[in-house]
């Protein structure tokens, strides 16, 4: 038995990742969350057949706590998408709040859930679950993890391509390291399942990676401000979360890059930060999953020099994304103070003693 829920399932990436996880024999149970329309979404799912049994929450009457009641895979696409001209800076203004009231509901009904964050930019949401699982004592970084897995799948896609066999797409594998957004994407080309042509240009290299880099954008721009991936985000979602499904039944050899905090693994986190050259507590990095989370954090094997660049940029921006959710908790807690202060002036006063 197998509770999955989605938490913003009835939004661009939510409604398609719970079909795929309806369709998937491992999951017995389909959860679904959002602030709208989910009756709706679960009473179509649930008429496919196949084993998980769907149910459909809304806020009204403690909907996500019995969402929640005894999940072991909580995954979450909730917030809204990045349009045309939107920064990840605005994006991360309006999911912050989205993606704390969420992981606030989980760490009080369901903490020992493995939790698999979607929301953008995934650089910083994912820092702010563990901060507010942190808060409320239940911080476990084995179990909570950002979903990466669409800058692969994107690396596998277009490496194919520049092959020139389409067919060969599921079987390639590229890692790809880092982060989730722009520069901190990183892939190994070099390590890729099926070597590119040797004939590739430097130039066409360079785009390869760029394109890697920066294909959200691509499909933002193709929609026309009608949203952005949201089909190949769900894929990909759905991809990592059988993984992490299959691992939470005992399958051996599971390895997959995902943004973890490093001390997931003590020995492997600061092996990683030697190797980057860096003090980070996230990294998108090769990790072997199994039935407790994350086993261990792999080495990013051998790096072209070229590959070694890339790092080397990522870490600037990945350092900017997690403060930042430091200097948000600051404010909001700055925020919290001042609203305690006007509520109850007698705070202001000086203590009698």
């Known amino acids: 038995m197998v509770k999955a829920v989605v938490l913003g399932a009835a939004g661009g990436i939510g409604q398609p990742l719970s079909l795929l996880l309806k369709n998937n024999p491992l999951v017995t149970s389909l959860s679904l969350y959002d602030i709208v329309n989910t009756p709706g979404v679960a009473a179509d799912l649930s008429h496919i057949a196949t084993p998980a049994k769907v149910v459909g929450y809304l806020p009204p009457d403690d909907g996500l706590k019995k969402a929640l009641a005894g999940a072991e895979v909580v995954v979450i696409p909730?917030?809204?998408?990045?349009?045309?001209?939107?920064?990840?800076?605005?994006?991360?203004?309006?999911?912050?709040?989205?993606?704390?009231?969420?992981?606030?509901?989980?760490?009080?009904?369901?903490p020992k859930a493995f939790v698999l964050v979607i929301s953008n930019p995934v650089n910083s949401t994912v820092p702010i679950v563990a901060e507010v699982f942190k808060k409320h004592g239940v911080f476990d970084p084995k179990r909570i993890f950002g979903v990466t897995t669409l800058d692969v799948v994107r690396a596998s896609t277009f490496v194919s391509e520049i092959i020139g066999d389409l067919s060969l797409a599921p079987s390639v594998t590229v890692p790809v390291v880092g982060g989730h957004s722009g520069v901190t994407i990183?892939?190994?080309?070099?390590?890729?399942?099926?070597?590119?042509?040797?004939?590739?240009?430097?130039?066409?290299?360079?785009?390869?990676?760029?394109?890697?880099?920066?294909?959200?954008?691509?499909?933002?721009?193709?929609?026309?401000?009608?949203?952005?991936?949201?089909?190949?985000?769900?894929?990909a979602g759905a991809e990592f979360a059988v993984k992490i499904i299959k691992a939470l039944k005992g399958e051996k050899g599971i390895v997959a890059p995902t943004f973890v905090n490093l001390s997931a693994d003590k020995s492997g986190g600061d092996a990683l930060k030697k190797e980057i050259g860096k003090d980070l507590d996230y990294f998108s990095a090769p990790v072997e999953l199994g039935p407790d989370g994350v086993v261990s954090i792999r080495s990013l094997g051998t790096l072209t020099d070229n590959e070694k660049e890339l790092v080397k940029a990522a870490i600037p921006e990945l350092e900017t994304n997690i403060e930042k959710v430091r200097e948000t908790q600051s404010k909001y807690l700055l925020v919290t103070l001042t609203l305690l202060y006007r509520a109850y002036p007698s705070l202001h006063r000086p203590s009698s003693r």
């Not at 991360?92 to 509901?105: P, Q």
């Not at 990183?186 to 290299?205: F, G, M, T």
């Open 186 to 235: 990183v892939p190994l080309l070099s390590q890729s399942s099926h070597p590119l042509p040797s004939s590739i240009s430097k130039e066409d290299h360079e785009a390869l990676v760029k394109r890697i880099q920066f294909g959200g954008d691509e499909v933002v721009k193709a929609k026309d401000g009608a949203g952005s991936a949201t089909l190949s985000m769900a894929y």
């Open 78 to 110: 909730a917030g809204v998408p990045r349009k045309p001209g939107m920064t990840r800076d605005d994006l991360f203004k309006i999911n912050a709040g989205i993606v704390r009231d969420l992981a606030t509901g989980i760490a009080t009904t369901a």
